[in-house]
């Protein structure tokens, strides 16, 4: 048995997206988005996010078109963005699709009706945002700018960061 110092399915180098390694080396703070309906909920990590100030602010975010939190954002046109912490990268996985979830992702905590959607009990920061145009395709991804309705600011804690790939651990 060889032990490797990468990633054993790790395509060589030179087969390696630059722009998707450029992405990574952007350090970006985790949330997770989630929308409801009366048929259902959907949630879903997003890294890939600006938080835009000015009167109203926007959440402009890079949302998968093939999720469920899209289908929903696109029918509820609202959503919370929660910013997660270091204690709950276990749940961002699950949002995530990279982890599992038996009985689904939000059987990992617990949830309150808000406004906009579900909320996590217990996070510290978080808004409640309405979609304020039409999502543009940009790349393999919908661009989606909302704008803040609601913002609840918790104690500064251990942020749940992600970079090259992985959390990183708050010093």
């Given at each position: 048995?060889?032990?490797?110092?990468?990633?054993?399915?790790?395509?060589?180098?030179?087969?390696?997206?630059?722009?998707?390694?450029l992405?990574?080396?952007?350090?970006?703070g985790?949330?997770?988005?989630?929308?409801?309906?009366?048929?259902?909920?959907?949630?879903?990590?997003?890294?890939?996010?600006?938080?835009?100030?000015?009167?109203?602010?926007?959440?402009?975010?890079?949302?998968?078109?093939?999720?469920?939190?899209?289908?929903?954002?696109?029918?509820?046109?609202?959503?919370?963005?929660?910013?997660?912490?270091w204690?709950?990268?276990?749940?961002?996985?699950?949002?995530?699709g990279?982890?599992?979830a038996?009985?689904?992702?939000?059987?990992?905590?617990?949830?309150?009706?808000?406004?906009?959607?579900?909320?996590?009990?217990?996070?510290?920061?978080w808004?409640g945002?309405?979609?304020?145009?039409?999502?543009?395709?940009?790349?393999?991804?919908?661009?989606?700018?909302?704008?803040?309705?609601?913002?609840?600011?918790?104690?500064?804690?251990?942020?749940?960061?992600?970079?090259?790939?992985?959390?990183?651990?708050?010093?």
């Amino acid at each position: 048995m060889t032990i490797h110092a990468e990633h054993p399915f790790l395509d060589p180098e030179e087969s390696r997206d630059p722009v998707r390694r450029l992405r990574g080396r952007v350090g970006a703070g985790v949330s997770l988005w989630t929308a409801a309906e009366a048929d259902g909920r959907a949630g879903l990590t997003v890294s890939s996010y600006a938080v835009a100030t000015g009167d109203p602010g926007h959440v402009i975010a890079l949302i998968d078109a093939e999720s469920a939190l899209y289908e929903r954002l696109l029918s509820t046109r609202t959503a919370v963005v929660h910013l997660l912490h270091w204690r709950d990268r276990d749940l961002a996985d699950a949002f995530a699709g990279t982890a599992p979830a038996p009985g689904g992702a939000f059987r990992m905590g617990e949830w309150t009706d808000s406004t906009w959607g579900p909320l996590l009990t217990g996070v510290g920061t978080w808004a409640g945002v309405r979609l304020a145009a039409e999502p543009t395709t940009v790349g393999w991804t919908q661009l989606v700018d909302t704008v803040v309705e609601h913002v609840v600011l918790g104690e500064e804690e251990a942020p749940l960061v992600h970079r090259r790939g992985r959390y990183q651990r708050p010093s």
